[in-house]
């Protein structure tokens, strides 16, 4: 079992940048394929983004371009770098220890508010 605990987040103004930050305890994180995902209210959640352990990468259509995630194994930390954010962006922000075809642990997920 990985422990996740999410930081950042916030309020920001469309077009502008934010990050959120995922901090791991637990000794598989390193073996993990880690992810971030959103719910916006009435949505369902979504997969946003996703690195695996050797750091290949994977994103939404909708976030191409605009979001980047990486993951620090020494620190266990897994970043997101949103950037060019939209209103649409907005919705609760989760990191997830993927595991199979489903996600083995969930944060406690991290605000993200995109004002036009």
């Known amino acids: 079992q990985v422990h996740l605990v999410e930081s950042g987040g916030g309020l920001v103004q469309a077009g502008g940048s934010l990050s959120v930050s995922c901090a791991a305890s637990g000794s598989i994180f390193r073996g993990n394929a880690m992810g971030w995902y959103r719910q916006a209210p009435g949505k369902q959640r979504e997969l946003v983004a996703s690195?695996?352990?050797?750091?290949?990468?994977n994103y939404a259509d909708s976030v191409k371009g605009r979001f980047a995630i990486s993951r620090d194994n020494a620190k266990n930390m897994v970043f997101l770098q949103m950037n060019s954010l939209k209103p649409e962006d907005t919705a609760v922000y989760y990191c997830?220890?993927?595991?199979?075809?489903?996600?083995?642990?969930w944060g406690q997920g991290t605000q993200v508010t995109v004002s036009s």
């Open positions: 690195i695996t352990s050797g750091g290949r990468t």
């Open positions: 997830a220890a993927l595991a199979g075809s489903g996600v083995g642990s």
